[in-house]
């Protein structure tokens, strides 16, 4: 205590009061900014991989459609065949078509033209269930769909 | 010695460290994710007015079984062919009006770029990751070819410009100078990727 006063004169210590301000408002941005995952999976959602990909920009263009085996937990309910997931619930094949025309109409209207249906479906199913929701998507005339995959490698080799 | 006026003070010195290590939980949990994906436009369920006649040697057929196999242009083909097949099958230029392409000019394949139409179709049993690898094929083939174009017009890659077309942080001026050469390119190798059951008479 001494050998700090004599040395450095009535230096004041910065005060670090403030710091934990500056971290909150930094917590606080990004809280607000990134979003957790609003859906809970109820199927296996393993993406195949490619890699002549384009990214889907903007989240708010974007509705999403799952599709994939029940998982581990709602399997012994619903069994091992694909089923199609729609905002949290298991859906049949028929509340495709309403279902997007919902979330579309919740879209602003300046958006409603570009909106993307993003096809998310395990690399396991079979592509009849993707042509049957294909086919919902054609009746209800909303026809840009991303077919979302993991980039990466594409599997030629493998297959 | 004498008691201290009033009640003492909280230290908040370690507020800033439960702060970080809040902020840092954020950070490391949350993922600011964008999804990618092949974008596909879907073919209008109105059928068109007119039947469109067009000629067997401009459609390019991928029939892919429930096993995984394809039939490219009633052959068996391996995967890892497709790409090559695809590409020299859009800049065959059979008629000779393409004059930036390098095909074979086979007569018996496509006429040009413009005509050129691969139609892909599945068995209803196909696996999910095969028919998006054969997609991805394809799209790969015509993005061979419209980046060699790019390369040689405006010495870059056309997927590159494409991306930063369509990236929204991307200033107006120069997407607006973009716009005019993807659409360039765009024209010189148009996709023409039909998943619709396609008749064969």
Redo the contacts between chains.
């Keep these: 205590m001494k050998s700090i006063r004599n040395s450095k004169k009535a230096q004041p210590a910065i005060s670090t009061a403030a710091l934990p301000d500056i971290v909150f408002i930094l917590l606080f941005f990004f809280m607000t900014v990134t979003t957790i995952k609003s859906e809970t999976l109820l199927v296996d959602n393993n993406l195949p991989q490619a890699n002549q990909v384009k990214k889907l920009e903007k989240k708010d263009r974007v509705i999403e459609i799952y599709v994939g085996r029940p998982n581990q937990d709602l399997a012994k309910v619903l069994g091992s065949e694909p089923r199609i997931q729609l905002n949290n619930k298991i859906a049949h094949i028929n509340e495709v078509g309403p279902y997007v025309l919902q979330e579309l109409a919740q879209k602003p209207d300046a958006i409603r033209n570009l909106v993307t249906v993003s096809l998310k479906i395990d690399k396991e199913v079979n592509v009849g269930v993707v042509s049957d929701i294909k086919e919902e998507l054609r009746k209800v005339n909303l026809l840009k769909v991303n077919y979302t995959v993991f980039q990466g490698n594409s599997q030629v080799g493998k297959l | 010695m004498p008691r201290r006026k009033g009640a003492p003070e909280v230290n908040?010195?370690s507020?800033?460290d439960?702060?970080?290590l809040?902020?840092i939980f954020?950070?490391v949990?949350?993922?600011?994710e964008?999804?990618?994906?092949?974008?596909?436009?879907?073919?209008?369920?109105e059928p068109p007015e007119e039947d469109v006649i067009i000629k067997q040697k401009n459609i390019f057929t991928v029939n892919i079984n429930k096993n995984?196999q394809l039939l490219v242009e009633d052959e068996l083909m391996d995967?890892?062919n497709l790409r090559s097949a695809a590409t020299a099958f859009l800049e065959n230029n059979a008629d000779g009006s393409c004059n930036y392409c390098k095909g074979r000019r086979d007569a018996a394949s496509s006429d040009n770029p413009t005509k050129a139409i691969i139609s892909l179709k599945?068995?209803?049993?196909?696996?999910?990751?095969?028919?998006?690898?054969v997609?991805?094929?394809l799209?790969?083939a015509y993005?061979d070819l419209r980046n060699r174009e790019a390369q040689r017009l405006y010495n870059q890659d056309f997927?590159k410009m494409?991306?930063e077309y369509?990236?929204?942080e991307t200033p107006s001026a120069i997407r607006d100078d973009l716009k005019d050469k993807v659409k360039r390119i765009q024209d010189m190798f148009p996709q023409k990727l039909s998943?619709a059951e396609t008749s064969t008479n």
Excluded: H
């Excluded at chain 2, 949990?29 to 600011?32: A, Y």
């Excluded at chain 2, 964008?34 to 369920?45: H, Q, S």
């Excluded at chain 2, 599945?122 to 690898?133: F, G, L, Q």
């Design positions: 908040a010195g507020m800033a439960i702060a970080f809040l902020l954020f950070l949990t949350t993922t600011i964008t999804d990618a994906g092949l974008d596909r436009m879907l073919p209008p369920i995984g995967l890892k599945n068995d209803r049993e196909t696996k999910y990751s095969t028919y998006i690898t997609q991805n094929e799209v790969g993005n997927t494409e991306a369509l990236n929204p998943e």
